[in-house]
C-alpha cells in the first residue's frame, strides 16, 4: 500500500551537492533507519521524502505514485520532528487534532480519534494541558499523537529522541518498536545513535556524505559490513582497526601480520587480498579477550585505561606498535594500569579490508 | 574577560549620567512639574504671585451641561413658528449673567438636537478643548487598527525570501527615517489645492472628472488627510516590530503545518497569528500612545483648522501653554491625556493578557 522507492535522488543548494544520487526501496509496514553521522544528509533526505524540501533530481515514489512535485499533504505522510513542532498556543487536545481541525472534521470525530490516540499514548491525563506544562518526553507523545491521530500509510521521524535524557530515550524507543508493530504502517526513522538503529529498524540504511554506504538488517550490516565506515559506525564501543601486512593469500583466506599481531589467518570477506598489501584488520571490542598463555593470532600490549561498568569492563590497550585498542569483557575484571596484557581473539569473527 | 571599566560600578554610573540627567530634567522632572502646575494658575511670564486654585483648570477645560429648552410659545400657548420651525429662545440668555443658571455661566453651545417639541444643547466650557479631544479619538480609532493591519500585511509580505527584498524593506522603512515635519511640509505640497500631486494624480486617472479638493483646507478632508499621511510614515516602523515577531516563530511548526495539510489562511490563522500575540499587543499599545500625541503634523499642516477641524489635545496643550502663555492650563491638559492614554493602556493589556 505505502512503499516507498527513492531511484537516483540526489540535491544540490548550487554548487553543495548533499544528496548524490540515493536508492532505496522500503517496503510497506517496514521501519527503515537511515543512520549516519551528522551533515551526511539524513535528515535532507527525510525531508525531501517529507516534501520539505525539493527534489533535484530523481524520482520519489510513495505507494506507487511520484510524488516529487506534490506537496507534503498530499503524500500522505505524517511526519515527528526533533523539536517536537507542538503548537506552544493549543493544548495537547488541539495539537494532537490539529490535522483533523485543518481537515475540518466534527467535533465528535475529532474527540473519538484524539481520545483513540491519548489511549495508544498513554496520555489521557495530559489532554487538557499546555505544551509549556509538559516534560520532553510527553511533549514528544503529543507530537507522536499529532501523527497517529490522521492514521497516515508513512510516518517520518527525524531524530525524535535526541532531545531527550537517556532513560526517557529508551523508554521512549520502545514505545515506538511497540506502536510500529500496532499501527503495521511504514516507518521511516532517521537518527546518529546506532542504538535506535539496530534496536527499532527492519532495515538500516547507513548514509555518509550523501551516499547509501550500506542497507540491510541490523544483524546483516552488523556481522557483515561492506565497508569499514559501516563497519566502524555499527557497534558500542566501535570497532577496533589493526593496520596490517598481508603476508599470503588464498582465496577467501590471508594470513595477515604487524608489530603487535603475530600472523594470525582471517577470513577475506570484502574484495580480495594480495601479499605484501597493506589491509586493516578489524576486530570488534567484544571479541577481544585477555589469554594467559602463547596461542595464535595473540595481541601484546599495555593497559592504559579501565572503564568498570558491572556488567562489562571496557579496557583502553595501547599496543606495542603503540596503536591504541579497546577490548570489552562481559564480566568484572581488574587491571592495574601500566601492566603488560596479551588478548586473544577468534579469527573467524574479524573483518579484513584491504585497499 | 571584562575591562577594569566594564567591572567599575563608578564608571557604569558616570557614563549613564549624562543621559540620566537629561531624562531627569526634561521629562521625568517636568511630568510632575506638570501634575502640580494643572492644580495653580501659573502663567508663563506674570508678574502676579503663583496661586493654587484646585480644579478649576479641569472644571474649565472639561465643564460640559446639558440644557433642554421648549420653543417659545405665543400668549394662547402655541408654539410660535419662523419660517416654518419651531424658535427656540436664544442659549445666550442662559448662559450670560442669568441668575436662575449660574453653572451655565460662560459656556458655548457644543451641539443640539431636537427631541419632539424641546430642543437639547450639550454645552461646554471650552469647546475648542471637546472638539480636540473627538478628533484626537478620531485619529486614534482609524489609525490603530488600519496602521496596524497595514503593518502586518508590509510585515507577511517581506517575510519571504526573494531576490532584492531588502530593496523593499529598505523602501517601507524609509518614511520613518525622515523626520515627520519635513514629511508633513512634503505632503502639504501633494494635498495642495491647486497644482497638488495629489489633485493631479486624481485629475489625470479620472479624465478630470474628479474636481480640485483643498485637501487641508476643507473642514471635511483636512483630518482625514492628515490621517492618511500619518499612517504612511509610521507604517515601516510598525511593520519591522512584526517582522521581528514572525522570525521569532519556529519554521518547524510551519513545517509541521505543512505536513498536516493547512492552507494558507489556517497556517496564518493557527499558526502565524497565535505567535503574534505579544508582538500585537506591543505594536497596538505604542501606535496607540504615538497617535494620542499627534502634534507635528498639525502643527506643519494646518494649525488645527480650518474651523478647529484639526484640533488635536496636545496641539491644544502647547497652543493653550506657549501660545496663550497658560502654563497650568497646558499643564491640565497634559494631565488630562496622561490618564486618558494610561487608561486605554490599561484596557488594552487586560483585553489581550493571556487567559489559562
Known sequence: ?355 | MASKFQRSNRTGWLMAGPAGLLIAGFVILPFFFAFALSFTNQRLISPNPTEFTGLANYRQLLGMAVLTVDPVVDAAGAVVLKDGVPEYPAIRSFTRNNPDYPHLQGMREWTSFTWGDSRTYILARDVVFLTAIVNTFIFVIVVAPVQAGLALGLALLINQRLRGINLFRAIYFMPVVVSIVVVSLLWRFIYDGNSGLLNNLLGAISFGAIPQIDWLGNPSTALGAIIAMSIWQAVGFHMVIWLSGLQTISPTLYEAGAIEGASKWQTFRYITWPGLRNTAVLVLIVITMQAFALFAQIDVMTSGGPLDSTQTIVFQAIERGYGKQDISGGSAISVILFVIVLTISLIQRWLTRERT
Open chain 1, 1 to 355: 500500500m505505502a512503499a516507498i522507492t527513492l531511484t537516483g535522488l540526489k540535491k544540490s543548494y548550487g554548487n553543495a551537492h548533499v544528496i548524490k544520487g540515493v536508492d532505496i526501496a522500503i517496503e510497506d509496514g517496514e521501519f527503515c533507519v537511515f543512520v549516519g553521522p551528522s551533515g551526511c544528509g539524513k535528515s535532507t533526505l527525510l525531508r525531501m521524502i517529507a516534501g520539505l524540501e525539493d527534489i533535484t533530481d530523481g524520482t520519489l515514489d510513495i505507494g506507487g505514485r511520484v510524488v516529487n512535485d506534490l506537496p507534503p499533504k498530499d503524500r500522505g505522510v505524517a511526519m515527528v520532528f526533533q523539536s517536537y513542532a507542538i503548537f506552544p498556543h493549543m493544548t495537547v487536545r488541539e495539537n494532537v487534532a490539529f490535522g483533523l481541525t485543518i481537515a475540518g472534521d466534527d467535533k465528535a470525530t475529532k474527540d473519538a480519534k484524539v481520545a483513540e490516540a491519548a489511549r495508544i499514548l498513554q496520555m489521557e491525563h495530559l489532554l487538557d494541558r499546555r505544551p509549556s506544562q509538559l516534560s520532553g518526553g510527553q511533549r514528544q507523545r503529543v507530537a507522536i499523537g499529532r501523527a497517529i491521530v490522521r492514521k497516515p500509510q508513512v510516518f517520518l521521524f527525524d531524530e525524535p529522541l535526541s532531545n531527550l535524557d537517556a532513560a526517557l530515550r529508551m523508554d521512549m524507543r520502545m514505545e515506538i518498536g511497540k506502536l510500529h508493530k500496532a499501527l503495521g504502517a511504514t516507518m521511516v526513522y532517521v537518527t546518529h545513535d546506532q542504538v535506535e538503529a539496530m534496536t527499532l529498524a527492519d532495515k538500516i540504511v547507513v548514509l555518509k556524505d550523501g551516499l547509501v554506504q550500506q542497507i540491510g538488517s541490523p544483524m546483516d550490516l552488523y556481522h557483515n559490513p561492506a565497508n569499514e565506515f559501516v563497519a566502524g559506525f555499527l557497534g558500542a564501543p566501535s570497532m577496533n582497526f589493526l593496520e596490517v601486512e598481508v603476508v599470503s593469500a588464498n582465496g577467501d583466506k590471508a594470513v595477515v601480520r604487524n608489530a603487535a599481531l603475530d600472523p594470525v589467518e582471517v577470513p577475506v570477506r570484502v574484495g580480495s587480498a594480495q601479499p605484501g598489501q597493506r589491509a586493516r584488520l578489524g576486530i570488534r571490542p567484544q571479541y577481544l579477550a585477555p589469554t594467559p598463555d602463547t596461542e595464535p593470532g595473540q595481541l601484546h600490549g599495555t593497559v592504559m585505561l579501565t572503564e568498570r561498568l558491572g556488567s562489562e569492563t571496557v579496557v583502553e590497550v595501547q599496543l606495542r606498535d603503540k596503536t591504541p585498542l579497546i577490548a570489552a569483557l562481559t564480566r568484572d575484571a581488574v587491571f592495574a594500569l601500566g601492566t603488560p596484557v596479551n588478548l586473544g581473539f577468534d579469527p573467524a569473527m574479524t573483518h579484513l579490508f584491504a585497499d
